[in-house]
């Protein structure tokens, strides 16, 4: 009976502990964030390689997202007759919701990953510990850059992937179901409030901080060998696209 | 082969990516970057049900302003502040209602032009109001009868 409460009661503590060293990392790498001298070089290297680099996979799917919106969107709305509302039907969900969600989660799995598993093997092969021995801060070098570019990137994305979808689901609605582009976009503009993009940059600044944090993290402390690298990978990945879905949801609650 | 130009790719990905924000922003969210453009008219209503910041102003159905702020006035009427476009002239006996697009759509405040000479300057008042038709109201008052 002891032993099963004994059980629970490490569990908890574990988890607590955990989470404890996951906020101090991030604590502590937003502290050097505001301390001088700033990596600005290295900051434009990780936003080439988390934003510039993720554009093709974002406009891929953005515009497959729009367009998928559209066309289920029309056959649901021609049902009540009312397909004038595509526009809205397409861009409401794509600004409020799918854009910052659905880009964050590919982010996670073409950027993050590979974050993860970069500092992961730094890690393991004492690159961390020889830029310590140098006295090269590897928080202000690793941590902060991806975080600052994480912050930059992620809300950019968003936009290109709400554009690209707009227009995909203009492509499909109105070239090929025959839908007036002028009502396409003028109910467009007529339902969405500046409130709406607003909620979608939140939400997407959010998960960039997020997503960085979780992948530097798992990164930063990963298991020994080439297996602990993949396992940092994995989790960071799994624990990154879990903790978008369920802060969307309290962020949607928020700010309803 | 040429070194492969960092500063061309960030700024590139910047680029695209601040037009598109910038183009949700201000087409589809409505952001006003230019202030200045506008004068404040006021309007007292018997009843602003339905009008929120933010719901537009026509004339004969062109968008020339929004609602920017409804609170009660001293003798409980609701007091609603409109931005009105600056190259748009209004005249002191011009009519301001409250509409509705289509049988559920939503409240807007249509202006009707006056004909008077004088124009109404920054923080005029119209005073000529016709307040929003209750349509609950209408159905029950032809169901029931009136009372």
């Known amino acids: 009976m002891t032993g099963l409460l004994r059980m629970v009661g490490s569990g908890a503590l574990s988890v607590l502990r955990k989470m404890g060293h996951m906020l101090i990392f991030l604590v502590q790498s937003l502290s050097y964030a505001f301390i001088p001298p700033f990596k600005f070089r290295i900051l434009l290297r990780e936003i080439q390689f988390i934003g510039t680099k993720s554009m093709t996979v974002i406009v891929l799917m953005g515009s497959f997202t729009g367009m998928v919106l559209a066309l289920q969107g029309f056959h649901l709305l021609r049902k009540v007759g009312s397909e004038a509302l595509l526009g809205p039907a397409v861009a409401l969900p794509l600004i409020r919701e799918l854009g910052p969600v659905l880009s964050a989660l590919t982010i996670t799995g073409r950027a993050g990953s590979a974050l993860t598993a970069e500092i992961g093997i730094m890690r393991i092969s004492e690159q961390i510990d020889a830029l310590t021995a140098m006295a090269l801060n590897p928080m202000r070098y690793l941590i902060v850059p991806k975080m600052f570019a994480a912050i930059i990137a992620f809300p950019l994305l968003t936009a290109i992937y709400d554009v690209v979808g707009i227009y995909g689901g203009y492509f499909v609605g109105v070239k090929l179901l025959g839908l007036s582009s002028g009502t396409y976009f003028s109910q467009m503009e007529h339902f969405l409030e500046m409130e709406d993009i607003r909620i979608g940059i939140y939400k997407s600044l959010t998960f960039g901080i997020l997503v960085l944090w979780v992948c530097c993290y798992k990164g930063f402390y990963t298991g020994y060998g080439a297996e602990g690298v993949s396992k940092a990978t994995t989790e960071a990945v799994v624990m990154s696209s879990v903790l978008i879905l369920i802060a969307d949801y309290f962020l949607g609650t928020l700010f309803i | ?147």
């Open chain 2, 1 to 147: 082969m040429k070194k492969f130009d960092l500063e061309l790719a960030v700024g590139f990905f910047l680029l695209i990516g601040i037009i598109c924000l910038g183009y949700i922003s201000i087409k589809l969210g409505k952001l006003e970057v230019i202030g200045g453009e506008y004068y404040t008219l006021y309007a007292d209503f018997a009843k602003a049900g339905g009008i929120k910041p933010g719901s537009g102003v026509e004339i004969a159905g062109v968008e020339v302003g929004r609602v920017k702020s409804i609170r009660l006035d001293k003798d409980y009427a609701a007091l609603v502040g409109l931005e009105i476009n600056s190259d748009v002239k209004i005249q002191e006996d011009a009519i301001a209602s409250i509409k509705t697009k289509g049988l559920i759509g939503e409240r807007y405040v249509e202006i009707t032009p006056g004909g008077s000479d004088k124009i109404l300057g920054n923080g005029g008042k119209i005073r000529d109001t016709e307040s929003a038709i209750d349509i609950e109201e209408l159905l029950s008052k032809y169901v029931f009868g009136k009372v």
